[in-house]
């Protein structure tokens, strides 16, 4: 009996732990915040398929468009759009790539840009997706929208830092000016109440926070996210505050026995909740849902052999406070492979993206070096 319980604990820790992707992961990169590489989207329009901070004071709630077509132009996407703009699909529409795509964040919109993510997006065999449509949520988008209704999902400050939406700076020092990073407050694809995308691995994630002109987020950066203090104080080990508390983020949901083997996507079901379904499942920082509802790929950096690895972070829905510690500092070493041949994916496994910006204190000197350069050029 002890063996057997043993046994189903093993299992269910290592279906919690899971995530698939192809591509290559970039692991140098300038302290300014270059620009990922995009070779490997140079050949998707020739395919057939290529086609033309919580404490501030409270405020509405801004929800992103969905991208209706691969419009061409500059810039982001998703900028004071009404939330009627976008409606809830049905759940059929879970796995529709069409809809998905309609979702899938991308800088710039292009040709090539949308292309690519159809061709991640509709590599059918891996169903990435928002998971098995037979799956139950116990939260509608509607309700999720109503919970956050007065909340500020982002200051003017924390805009003028990040310069897209639903993004917030890492600091832990209270120095807010300083901040290099910014981090989708929401998993991806970091759309308010959407639910978030599951059985990417982890090279594919990484395409897909390219072509919204991020990357994916580090370990520590996910740490800091997670426990930080805006003023500089002492960090938190969860998201919520020191101690543990299973009603504030979602977890603690049945975990139904699937067959991982034989069906995976047919017998276990991703009963997620809308990103920010849960409000009190925040960070001080202001990121949402680092507990619960899906655990998210990351990468990780040994110093040791100077190779960067699949690092995985948070739970998911079915976490029952006793599987281990999911603490913003926990570091499992599960599926531990090189983050550029990892293939590894799961239904209960997201992902979230991180972009390198420019210091806001640094902005003002460097735009006085571009103009001295400039002056001197016309000399």
Same mark, same amino acid.
């Given at each position: 009996?002890?063996?057997?319980?043993?046994?189903?604990?093993?299992?269910?820790?290592?279906?919690?732990?899971?995530?698939?992707?192809?591509?290559?992961?970039?692991?140098?990169?300038?302290?300014?915040?270059?620009?990922?590489?995009?070779?490997?989207?140079?050949?998707?329009?020739?395919?057939?398929?290529?086609?033309?901070?919580?404490?501030?004071?409270?405020?509405?709630?801004?929800?992103?468009?969905?991208? &209706?077509? $691969?419009?061409?132009?500059? =810039?982001?996407?998703?900028?004071?759009?009404?939330?009627? #703009?976008?409606? /809830?699909? *049905?759940?059929?529409?879970?796995?529709?790539?069409?809809?998905?795509?309609?979702?899938?964040?991308?800088?710039?919109?292009?040709?090539?840009?949308?292309?690519?993510?159809?061709?991640?997006?509709?590599?059918?065999?891996?169903?990435?997706?928002?998971?098995?449509?037979?799956?139950?949520?116990?939260?509608?988008?509607?309700?999720?929208?109503?919970?956050?209704?007065?909340?500020?999902?982002?200051?003017?400050?924390?805009?003028?830092?990040?310069?897209?939406?639903? &993004?917030? $700076?890492?600091?832990?020092? =209270?120095?807010?000016?300083?901040?290099?990073?910014?981090? #989708?407050?929401? /998993?991806? *694809?970091?759309?308010?109440?959407?639910?978030?995308?599951?059985?990417?691995?982890?090279?594919?994630?990484?395409?897909?926070?390219?072509?919204?002109?991020?990357?994916?987020?580090?370990?520590?950066?996910?740490?800091?996210?997670?426990?930080?203090?805006?003023?500089?104080?002492?960090?938190?080990?969860?998201?919520?505050?020191?101690?543990?508390?299973?009603?504030?983020?979602?977890?603690?949901?049945?975990?139904?026995?699937?067959?991982?083997?034989?069906?995976?996507?047919?017998?276990?079901?991703?009963?997620?909740?809308?990103?920010?379904?849960?409000?009190?499942?925040?960070?001080?920082?202001?990121?949402?849902?680092?507990?619960?509802?899906?655990?998210?790929?990351?990468?990780?950096?040994?110093?040791?052999?100077?190779?960067?690895?699949?690092?995985?972070?948070?739970?998911?829905?079915?976490?029952?406070?006793?599987?281990?510690?999911?603490?913003?500092?926990?570091?499992?070493?599960?599926?531990?492979?090189?983050?550029?041949?990892?293939?590894?994916?799961?239904?209960?496994?997201?992902?979230?993206?991180?972009?390198?910006?420019?210091?806001?204190?640094?902005?003002?000197?460097?735009?006085?070096?571009?103009?001295?350069?400039?002056?001197?050029?016309?000399?």
């Amino acid at each position: 009996m002890a063996a057997r319980v043993r046994a189903r604990f093993v299992a269910g820790v290592a279906l919690a732990c899971a995530a698939a992707f192809d591509g290559s992961y970039a692991i140098t990169r300038a302290y300014l915040g270059a620009a990922p590489s995009r070779a490997w989207v140079a050949d998707a329009a020739s395919r057939p398929d290529a086609v033309p901070a919580p404490r501030a004071p409270a405020a509405s709630v801004v929800v992103a468009p969905p991208i &209706e077509a $691969p419009a061409v132009g500059p =810039g982001p996407v998703g900028h004071g759009i009404e939330e009627e #703009d976008w409606t /809830e699909p *049905p759940a059929s529409k879970q796995v529709d790539v069409d809809y998905l795509l309609s979702i899938v964040p991308l800088e710039p919109r292009t040709p090539a840009s949308f292309a690519a993510a159809r061709r991640i997006l509709g590599a059918r065999r891996l169903h990435i997706s928002q998971g098995n449509p037979k799956a139950v949520h116990e939260r509608s988008r509607a309700a999720c929208l109503e919970g956050l209704a007065g909340v500020v999902l982002q200051t003017p400050k924390q805009r003028e830092i990040c310069g897209h939406d639903n &993004e917030v $700076p890492l600091y832990a020092d =209270g120095d807010i000016d300083g901040a290099k990073v910014c981090i #989708d407050e929401f /998993e991806y *694809p970091n759309r308010t109440c959407a639910l978030p995308f599951v059985f990417a691995n982890v090279m594919q994630s990484e395409q897909l926070c390219e072509l919204a002109g991020k990357r994916l987020c580090k370990d520590e950066e996910w740490d800091v996210a997670c426990e930080a203090d805006p003023d500089g104080g002492k960090p938190w080990r969860y998201a919520y505050g020191d101690a543990l508390d299973m009603t504030a983020c979602d977890v603690g949901k049945p975990w139904h026995g699937c067959d991982p083997r034989n069906d995976l996507w047919n017998t276990c079901p991703t009963e997620t909740e809308p990103s920010g379904a849960f409000p009190r499942c925040r960070s001080r920082l202001g990121v949402f849902d680092q507990h619960g509802n899906v655990a998210e790929l990351m990468s990780r950096f040994d110093p040791n052999d100077h190779v960067t690895y699949v690092q995985m972070k948070g739970s998911a829905w079915f976490y029952d406070g006793r599987m281990y510690k999911d603490h913003c500092r926990f570091d499992p070493r599960w599926h531990v492979d090189p983050i550029d041949r990892s293939w590894h994916s799961n239904y209960h496994l997201g992902a979230r993206c991180c972009r390198d910006v420019v210091p806001l204190r640094d902005r003002s000197k460097l735009a006085s070096m571009a103009r001295g350069e400039a002056a001197e050029a016309l000399r």
